[in-house]
Each structure stands twice: as structure tokens, then as C-alpha cells.
């Protein structure tokens, strides 16, 4: 059984949790990653950009002089694309950039990710937020003293110094949470370098692009169980 490091909401070490190794020892399949990664940014545009075509800007009906006498080059409109506010030559036109990819594949490659966060070294784990109320203040205090007591903010963007009680210059943190404590993330999304998480609905880019994973011992379990199941 591989083991991953546990902080308490102070920010002190607490006993090492246990996953199976089938997900912690996992060969990494960058590509596989890259693919998920890539489709689902895919599937995020919109596809709506559009520039007109001579067909479709408006004027230009009549031909601006006569085709010979003036000296002037030949022109038949004055919205060709070589005129002013003329028409754009093969400008964009609306498409759908969406990538099928099926589900099966875009969970092995979930599992691929947590994997490469797991040999980083950049997963802990917590007990979850203990409060009752929604609370920014409690919860910022909390997960500030699990990240400094994991050392995963080692520095900030630009080697700038990272200071106490500031959201300047931090690297952005995921925080996992599980189905039941999905009332957390009101007290979690309005801190600028935290991103929460529910680990019943991940997203290949919020698990990838991140300095490091604080997942929920009840988020871990969750996840633990469905990697080993899939892999």
C-alpha cells in the first residue's frame, strides 16, 4: 500500500493515509493526458467568431469609376477585400471545434494525471474543513496552514516572496472535496489561488494545471476506489 502525507487544519503532520499501489505505481501515459487535456479545452469553445465576407458587408454596389480612362486600376466594388471596411478573404466563420472522446478514456486518463501528481509528490491529504457556517476567513486559514506545512508553495509566481494572510503572488491549489462536503466550496471559491474541487466531477485541466492537490480523506477514498476498479 503506497502512503500519502496527512495534515490537520493547523497545519501539523497527522498519520499517513493509504491507497491501493495500483493507482500510485501507474506508468504515466503522457500523451493519453495531453489528449484528454486538449479535448476538453476543445469542447469549452464556443466556435462563434465570424468576419464578413464581400458578399456580406454592406455598399459597394455600384462600380466606384468607369473600367477605362481613369488611370486608376480596374475596381468593380468598393467593398473588395483590398478596400477599407471591405470584405475579409477566408476570415473564420462559425464552427464546432467539439473532440468525441469516450468516457472510459477520459477516466483511465483522470487516473493517469493523479497519478503524475502522486509521483511529484504534490498530493496530501486533510480532514476537511471543520465548520459548521460558510466561512472564507476559517477556511483560508485552514487550507493556508495545510499548503505551508506540506511546503507545496514553495515560492510564488516570479520567485516573488510569498507573504502570510496575502493572495499576492501564490500558485494556484486544487482542493479536492468529496460528495458530502460539497457546502465547503462557498467557503473556498472566493480565495483567488485555491480551486475546489468536487472528486465526483473532475476536470482534466483543474486536476492538471495546478502547484498541488489537497484532496479530503473522504474525496481520497472516493477516488481511490474508482481508479482501482477502472485500472
Known sequence: MAKIKSYTNTGAAAADVQITDKLAALKVNKHLIWEIIKAEQANQRQ??????????????????????????????????????HGGIV???????YRENISRQKKQVGLAHILAKKLQE?????????????????????????????????KEGRAKKKLRANSNAARHTIAVLMGSSEAKDVKSLKNIPWIKPVNAARLGASSLFYNEGLVVSKAALAELDKKFSALL
Open 121 to 153: 509528490n504534490k498530493v496530501v491529504a486533510y480532514d476537511g474543513l471543520p465548520q459548521d457556517k460558510i466561512s472564507t476567513k476559517a477556511a483560508f486559514e485552514a487550507i493556508s496552514k495545510i499548503v505551508a506545512g506540506a511546503n507545496l508553495q
Open 90 to 96: 477566408f476570415g473564420p466563420l462559425p464552427r464546432d
Open 47 to 84: 466556435g462563434t467568431h465570424k468576419t464578413k465576407t464581400k458578399a456580406e458587408v454592406s455598399g459597394g454596389g455600384k462600380k466606384p469609376w468607369k473600367q477605362k480612362g481613369t488611370g486608376n486600376a480596374r475596381q468593380g466594388s468598393i467593398r473588395s477585400p483590398q478596400w477599407r
